[in-house]
């Protein structure tokens, strides 16, 4: 339930505290003083968007609470969890609206997005207005209300996403097919890249061993130079490294009985002596091989040329043109598979189609059942507003696309008829103001029974109606109470009488500025209030005797 809600520099709001209870609160006040401002608030703290001609003028910001008791509201309780932001039975949603622009929102003290707390306010809350007369007019308005009504809104949701589904496999396949002439051309062009690629038979390694060689081939007096000048250093002369080293060994043994220390410098220097010896067997060996084939330097430099003149042509390094060709042989495939996968595809939109025909007749069969309840319903009530001879059919027509459409196999329509005999017609051809103002309270009544939500709004649902009608409709509301918090903006003294709690909202003007005002009222002055309601401004004993009348019998019906 909505337990508090609180209102700061909002329109002509200056500070404002409602603390609202279980039952039906009605909200009343002379025409212009400012009823739905109030409500206008709790749509904003619940995710309307907002406005900076919203702030209350002089002010920085507006500052809007609305706080829950999610106790009995297992849908919120749940979402609160799985988004991280519970807190015991409380929700407290807050919004702040900047007087330069923008606005700020958030859940539990937490900030969060606005669609974060629009998702939230659906679990929590719905909102009836006198907007809705109009919107009835339209029938997309009309499935909604059927799917709501037959509690078909999940099912719903999953024929949307069953035809997306089969609509992006279509898409897929279309493309596939339109594109054949350019897949045949690309196919042509890649197996001649291929099979250039393949006909140069470059193996993995060959150009770093190509290249290695024609460094040894290109530098061979170099090499061969380098060698015999390291072998004179170490062993070929009257100086070398080794006759230095067996030189500086036998020194060290000559002094190792004085000084045995030296034993260890001994031992290093053997096995650097058999180190350079393994150097020097090296070193000849290199020696006497024969680098020198001119022929094979000249093969050698044409393939890497051949090489270096096909990584050009596909903008690579050599050493990467075996990757070159793998990469193209990967792109190949799919495309010669092609026809294979067009196969595939087809496969899986006969499955597509087959899940999403499934689910939308089900659809049509819960949509079948609802419309019959939703028309016996809503019929007897308005017979209860005085439109006996008012009929309404829901009429499901059948879509004839090939491809179906993502609301299902049909389009909803609210026909009415006014009178027997004449045929059913669109609202918007058969229906007056005041009519339809009582066909919509009509639904909405209905629709209400059954959501889940445990907050209804009504705001000046009752416009174009009034007498017995409006106590019927006062009655109405007041039944919904029985499982439901209802809250409703009223300027019908019949349906203000049935509220458990009311409270008058007046506007004041103060220091200059005008500023609204709400106050729940005792039954004193609930009488007060209904009689001015009744008769105007001037109260009179018989307007008084009356409202007081009205009270009584209000609250001779079952309390809730």
Known sequence: MLSQLSIQNFAIIDDLTIALDNGMSVITGETGAGKS????????????????????HGTKRSDITAVFNVAKNPLAQSWLQSNELDEENDCILRRTISAEGGSKAYINGRPVTLQQIKSLGERLIDIHSQHQHQSLLRTETHRVLLDSYGQCSELSQSVKLAHRQWMSLEEQLQKIQSAARERNSRIEFLQFQINE??????QDTEWQKLDNEQKQLANVE???????QCLDILFQNDTTVGSQLESVKQSLMDISDFLPEVGNSIELINAALINVEEVVNELRHLSKEDNNDPQRLVNIESRISELLDMARKYHCKPQELPTMLQTLQQELEPLINADESVEVLKKAIDKAQ??????????????????????????????SLGMKNCQLQVELLPITAAHGSQNGNEKINFLVRTNPGNPFKPLAKVASGGELSRISLSIQVVTAKLNSFPVLVFDEVDVGIGGGTAEVVGKLLRQLSADKQILCITHQAQVAAQGQHHWTVEKQAVKN??????????????????????????????????????LKNATMLLTP
């Open 37 to 56: 401002i109030a409500v206008d608030a709790l749509g904003l703290a619940l995710g309307d968007r907002a406005e900076s001609s919203m702030v209350k």
């Open 197 to 202: 690629l393949q006909q140069l038979g470059l």
């Open 222 to 228: 170099k090499i061969q130079l380098n060698l015999h």
């Open 354 to 383: 087959v899940d999403y025909q499934n689910a939308a007749n089900t659809l049509s069969a819960k949509r079948q059942k609802a419309a019959k309840k939703l028309k016996k319903s809503c019929d007897e009530i308005l017979a």
């Open 513 to 550: 500025q005008t500023i609204t005002t709400m106050k729940k009222l005792n039954v004193q002055e609930r009488e007060i209030e209904i009689a001015r309601m009744i008769g105007g401004i001037k109260l009179t004993a018989a307007t008084q005797k009356h409202a007081k009348e009205m």
